[in-house]
């Protein structure tokens, strides 16, 4: 140990700091809880606070530089326009390399710099500068990506405020760059709610002409034609299916994006998460891994058989968070602290008149919130009542949004209520074309307050000053540790404010409500994470076993077991399968053989009595082997795969089809949310997925479906089926939200993989021509028109293509059926900017 290494180990287990650093937080706490500056530092304390904080900023170590900038965060509001705060504050700003608050902490610090500072800011805006901008990389962020430089493949995990994002855009710029932009690229996410946005992040970024960045598995001949690289932005099943192409561009490189979903216990994609990368991995394609909180980073490698040696974990956080705890049942409150001992407040929690309001309000007002509530239906219901008790805001961005959402959605949707007040609710179900615009509106500060479900967890970039946690569960889950800290990490925005603050809110006695305080309460109070123990490496929980009952369908080890848990045994059986039949070495396959003793020989044998090809298998991952061989087995030329006709009745028929082809009675039917319940669910999803491949827009669809359910009479509403009244505003909230989440979730995901199945293997066994149709493609796009699925596959959303093909066509030039040319200025300035205003913005937008 170094000689300032020990007076920084002495500093930090000095009782003296624990005691200033305590009084500090219980200073802020009155500032921000009661909005009181009533306690004050003598003149010794602020001094020796001072010296403490910068004595830790020279630490190596996260610990003491976390300490120091947490010293000059809870100072802040008190102390900016101190002379001597803003001295220390500058010299220990300038250590941590965190130019960002720096800026906000100390205006014109320059007047303020000492020589060994003002040297030690000028090596570092030289030496840690972000390639191609004014922006200067933190000392951890510097860090990691000299390390990425020197890497074929890597793994790293941060704070959620940390910036992987901004590190990963970085890289790829410095690939570009450095590699004369020969490498094509593909940036992994979650979710497709995170492909718009990540996708119009790169495009602003990426200024090398020679590059396009395209968001489906299928390059344009427009493009094709120009010898250009690519950055492709994809989701799992979309990288499968790219990979699936032979005749596709060679990726090199695959930036992996919240990769702590490839080991999920309680999400039912992580497989197919797990079976993607395998199989870019087995391409030879460059892996690097991006994940928030996750302490052991180099799980990922390990996962995939890489050398563990490159991989980083930073625990510097580039922001501070301020914890607190507010109960409504007990009437009172507490602050968690830096040294653990709790800062309890007998004074809050008291009852008064619209008492959720009143915290909101007072804590929450002149700055951004989120407001976390876990479930659909309670996130809309309490984003209604706050908003019922605030006056109207009469801001023109807020009014085209509503504008937008009675002509594109409907105008009774409930976010229109809320908007009118300032206030917004997010979660899956969102028209993605309206998520976008909330989202900026968020941004840009014209909308406080947030409320949102667990799509936040999915990747979207919306920090805030505060974030209000209403519920510590997902779905029916507690928090995991991951869970909590990548949903409060987002409380304080860098480079907008130095700290944030996570409000945990007991309101009422209600299970997944804080229910049991003192075992809830620990994943606030006790800040450290667990090292994660992916289930396939590990095998706990008799994982193995149960993927062996699933190959032979037999009972699992278990009769309680969930849907998901179901889902994940049988989609990483399939894998398991897949992996024997493309003699493919996998931890998942070498782990499998060790757990079961005649697990080769079962393998072997299903090898043999297996009629799929490979390519089939690997597209469709997450469909029974045993199922598809009954298809095959039946399939006869008799009978095409696809009608060339499409109505509500052909629908039927072929959802009928597939109802009994894969057993969807046992399949689809079990599970919070199923997709068919029961079969007479089927007759909506024809009347939906007609509506939806016939190029419907979105409001219409809407109308059909309401009109739908005004002939049927009732409704599925909360575990029961009540009357259905389309004068009802919740009802038809309800079947919007619903038809949203159907289209993106069933249509496009479950019965899309269905329908691709069935066609690829009828195709295969019988040809092209007598399977008819490809119904799959119809789904994914949501239309049957060939211009549009082009214009798709160019960055336009659904709702521009079907615009510019029905009334701008003329703009479009097409060989042998192959969009090859837009005429992009001409279009612009030809659309009808009073008729189409919000359009016209969004493409603008693209094409810029």
Not at 319 to 336: C, H, L, P, S, W
Request: glycine share 4%; hydrophobic share 35%.
């Amino acid at each position: 140990m170094t000689w300032l290494e020990s007076i920084v180990s002495r500093a930090l287990n000095d009782p003296y700091l624990n005691e200033l650093t305590r009084k500090l937080e219980l200073k802020y706490a009155h500032i921000f809880l009661y909005q009181k500056d009533d306690i004050a530092l003598s003149e010794k304390e602020f001094d020796d606070v001072l010296r403490f904080a910068d004595i830790l900023s020279r630490s190596s170590e996260a610990e003491g530089r976390n300490k120091a900038y947490k010293i000059v965060s809870l100072m802040f509001d008190t102390y900016k326009n101190n002379r001597q705060y803003q001295y220390y504050a500058n010299s220990i700003l300038t250590k941590l390399g965190n130019f960002a608050s720096l800026n906000i902490a100390v205006q014109d610090s320059e007047k303020v710099d000492t020589l060994e500072i003002a040297l030690e800011k000028e090596i570092k805006k030289v030496y840690q500068k972000v390639p191609f901008n004014d922006l200067i990389f933190t000392d951890p962020q510097y860090k990691l990506f000299e390390a990425m430089k020197d890497s074929n493949h890597f793994s790293f995990s941060g704070p959620t405020s940390f910036g992987k994002s901004f590190i990963m855009d970085a890289f790829i710029q410095h690939i570009i760059t450095e590699r004369h932009g020969i490498d094509n690229i593909v940036i992994l996410v979650p979710t497709r709610a995170l492909i718009n946005q990540v996708t119009a992040r790169l495009k602003k970024l990426i200024t090398n002409k020679n590059y396009k960045v395209l968001s489906h598995p299928v390059v344009p001949t427009i493009y094709r034609n120009r010898m250009l690289k690519y950055i492709f932005v994809f989701t799992p099943e979309r990288l499968v299916a790219y990979l699936g192409e032979k005749g596709n561009p060679v990726i090199h490189y695959i930036f992996i994006d919240e990769a702590h979903k490839i080991i999920a216990e309680k999400d039912s994609r992580s497989p197919l998460y797990y079976h993607a990368i395998l199989l870019a991995e087995r391409k030879s394609i460059k892996l690097y891994f991006a994940s928030p909180n996750i302490p052991n980073a180099d799980v990922f490698l390990q996962l995939f058989e890489k050398s563990a040696d490159e991989q980083m974990t930073i625990r510097e956080s580039p922001v501070a968070q301020n914890r607190f705890y507010i109960d409504y049942i007990e009437q009172k409150g507490r602050m968690f602290t830096e040294t653990g001992e709790d800062i309890e407040f007998e004074n809050l929690g008291k009852h008064e008149h619209g008492y959720v309001s009143v915290l909101l309000k007072r804590l929450g007002q002149n700055c951004k919130n989120i407001v976390y509530c876990n479930t659909v239906a309670d996130t809309i219901d309490f984003a209604l009542q706050f908003s019922k008790k605030l006056p109207e805001r009469n801001d023109d961005r807020i009014d085209s949004l509503i504008d937008l959402i009675k002509k594109y959605v409907h105008k009774d949707y409930f976010l229109i209520d809320c908007l009118k007040k300032g206030v917004a609710f997010h979660f899956g179900r969102l028209p993605q074309r309206i998520r976008e615009r909330t989202e900026k509106l968020f941004e840009d500060k014209v909308i406080d307050y947030m409320f949102c479900t667990s799509t936040l967890l999915e990747g979207v970039n919306l920090p805030a000053k505060n974030i209000f946690i209403f519920s510590n569960a997902i779905g029916n889950s507690k928090f995991s540790d991951v869970d909590f800290w990548n949903l409060a990490g987002r409380a304080g925005r860098l480079s907008k404010e130095l700290s944030g603050n996570i409000i945990c809110v007991r309101m009422e006695e209600k299970k997944n409500r804080w229910d049991n305080p003192e075992k809830d309460l620990e994943v606030v109070r006790n800040k450290k994470i667990q090292n994660v123990q992916p289930i396939v490496i590990k095998g706990q929980k008799n994982f193995y076993t149960n993927l062996e009952h699933s190959l032979k369908a037999k009972d699992f080890t278990r009769a309680n077991y969930s849907q998901t848990e179901k889902e994940i045994w049988d989609h990483y059986a399939n894998i398991v399968f897949t992996h024997q039949a493309s003699k493919t070495d996998s931890i998942l396959m070498s782990n499998f053989l060790k757990r079961n003793n005649d697990g080769k020989k079962m393998l072997e044998k299903m090898e043999k009595d297996n009629h799929i090809p490979l390519y089939i298998m690997e597209q469709c991952s997450n469909i029974k082997i045993a199922y598809q061989n009954d298809i095959w087995e039946q399939a006869s030329d008799q009978e095409k795969a696809f009608p060339e006709e499409i109505s509500t009745q052909t629908c039927q028929a072929v959802l009928e089809k597939m109802y009994g082809y894969y057993n969807w009675e046992e399949e689809e039917s079990k599970g919070r949310n199923p997709m068919v319940k029961q079969k007479t669910r089927l007759q909506y999803f024809s009347v939906l997925m007609y509506s939806w491949m016939k190029s419907t827009p979105l409001n219409m669809m809407i109308i059909n479906i309401i009109n739908y359910y005004k002939k049927k009479g009732e409704i599925w509403n909360r575990n029961e089926i009540i009357t259905f009244d389309s004068q009802n505003r919740h009802h038809i909230n309800l079947i919007i939200n619903n038809l949203i989440s159907d289209i993106d979730n069933v249509l496009r995901y479950k019965i899309k993989n269905y329908f691709l199945n069935y066609y690829l293997i009828v195709s295969d066994k019988l040809g092209k021509e007598v399977a008819g149709p490809n119904w799959a493609e119809y789904v994914e796009y949501g239309t049957m028109d060939n211009v549009i699925i082009e214009l798709q596959n160019i960055g336009l959303p659904r709702h521009l293509s079907m615009l510019i093909k029905d009334e701008y066509s003329e703009f479009l030039t097409f060989e042998d059926g192959n969009l090859v040319d837009i005429e992009a200025e001409g279009l612009l300035q030809s659309i009808d900017c009073n008729k189409y205003k919000d359009e016209l913005y969004e493409l603008k937008e693209i094409f810029s």
